[in-house]
């Protein structure tokens, strides 16, 4: 567990989960993303599902895996609305490279939608390299996919 300034990031649990469902429009506003949000990654990869926790309640999460050749893969990272701008996103990102590293990941890896611009601002500030991908998500979905080696010392 990690603890800065009150802020406890830590293995999500099912009710996590759930509260991060309860409360989905405080992390995505109008955007309905609870269809991505899937139990069995928090069943099944523990580890590398982070929670932020606070005296108020999860202030952001991380749920991601990391894959048999080494990829720590971010499948959903999110702060909620009085979180943003305090560099709780950029924390969340490094305790799981942290975990993921503890788990064999040697790169890291996210996907986002091209029209995500605060998403892909977020992503190359923390030094991933950015390609747009057609066809990534299907016949004409193209994403923006994400890349990085893990960096030295995590």
Not at 1 to 17: L, W
Not at 69 to 97: K, N
Not at 101 to 108: D, F
Not at 124 to 129: A, K, M, P
């Amino acid at each position: 567990m990690i603890v800065i300034m009150g802020i406890h990031i830590a293995p999500a649990t099912v009710a996590d989960f759930h509260q991060v469902l309860t409360d989905h429009p405080r992390y995505w506003g109008e955007r309905d993303l609870r269809a991505l949000h899937l139990l069995a990654l928090v069943q099944e990869f523990g580890p590398t599902c982070l929670v932020a926790r606070a005296e108020d309640g999860i202030r952001g999460y991380v749920f991601g895996f990391v894959t048999p050749d080494g990829t720590g893969y971010v499948h959903l990272i999110a702060t909620r609305d009085d979180a943003r701008g305090t560099g709780l996103g950029r924390r969340l990102h490094t305790a799981f490279a942290e975990a993921a590293v503890r788990q064999g990941a040697r790169r890291l890896k996210a996907i986002t939608s091209v029209e995500n611009t605060g998403s892909i601002a977020f992503h190359r500030s923390l030094g991933f390299d950015a390609e747009i991908v057609d066809d990534y998500n299907g016949p004409g979905r193209a994403m923006a996919v994400f890349r990085r080696d893990v960096p030295s010392g995590i």
